[in-house]
């Protein structure tokens, strides 16, 4: 069994069962399946995101192999990749409890709590408009070079995110956003990967996603290329050269991604 707790649930739960605590928490549940179960709740006046693994059983554990998709097994994905990305300077979740219990990985009990990040817009609600009303080309080069950094960093530290997309990058607004002076956090690492190494397929993956999920809002060819400057932090003729294999492939992956999401929310198009 593994129990870390920060304050205030160290004082709250002190002599109690804390995986029995968690499951008492109440507020706004934002995803509820059978083996987990995300909600907010709020502990002496501030907000917490809560994300309970019940174990999801070993028929969905094969069903997820056969299908070469790798199992979310439990909390302990995400506090790991919290705890790299915080080693290496990429912003993201704070943890403040983490328990895991049972050894059997298809019936195993975990939690972690972070602390909400308030107030925040996402960076694809933030960028919305930028087709109609561009922002200044300023704040938008700092937005990008960022990302690029924490991305690149991420993947360096060894984490895969799989799910890379600009709706998990948030802005910070508890002051005005300007070019020199913003936040962005990292968030939804539940399906992160924690290696000493990214392996390219992962990595590459993630860069599709986040590639696919920014087609919508105006990046030019050069917003695209200063990404990839940022990103792999070489010089761009060597990266257009040694990466022309991914760029291409990027581009086709995006593209099916594009068909596959139009097809999927079309009118008349079945859930």
């Known amino acids: 069994m593994q129990l870390i707790l920060a304050e205030p649930f160290k004082s709250l739960w002190r002599g109690k069962d804390a ?3 968690v499951e008492r928490l109440e507020g706004q549940v934002y995803r509820e399946l059978e083996g987990r179960r995300t909600l907010r709740t709020e502990v002496e006046g501030r907000g917490y995101f809560v994300k309970i693994h019940r174990g999801i059983g070993w028929g969905e554990i094969v069903k997820n192999l056969l299908t070469a998709k790798a199992p979310v097994l439990g909390a302990g994905q995400e506090w790991r990749a919290i705890q790299r990305l915080h080693e290496v300077g990429v912003p993201t979740m704070t943890a403040v409890a983490y328990g895991e219990r049972g050894a059997n990985p298809a019936s195993q009990h975990s939690f972690i709590v972070t602390e909400e990040l308030a107030p925040t ?3 694809e609600d933030f960028s919305v408009n930028w087709r109609e009303q561009p922002p200044l080309p300023a704040l938008k080069r700092a937005l990008i070079a960022e990302v690029a950094r924490m991305a690149g960093t991420m993947h360096r530290a060894g984490v895969n995110h799989r799910d890379f997309y600009i709706c ?4 910070h607004t508890d002051k005005p956003v300007t070019a020199s002076n913003f936040r962005l956090s990292l968030i939804d690492l539940h399906r992160a990967q924690t290696r000493a ?3 390219r397929r992962w990595r590459d993956k993630d860069l599709a996603g986040l590639y696919f999920s920014a087609l919508g809002i105006g990046l030019t060819r050069r917003d695209k290329l200063r990404f990839l400057r940022g990103y792999f932090q070489r010089p761009l003729r060597d990266i257009l050269h040694d990466e ?5 492939w990027l581009q086709r992956k995006a593209e099916r991604l594009s068909s596959r999401y139009a097809r999927k929310y079309a009118p008349g198009a079945q859930a």
């Open 121 to 123: 817009v996402s960076l």
């Open 168 to 171: 998990h990058f948030l802005l």
């Open 19 to 21: 995986f029995a605590e």
């Open 197 to 199: 190494q990214t392996p």
């Open 244 to 248: 022309a294999h991914l760029l291409a």
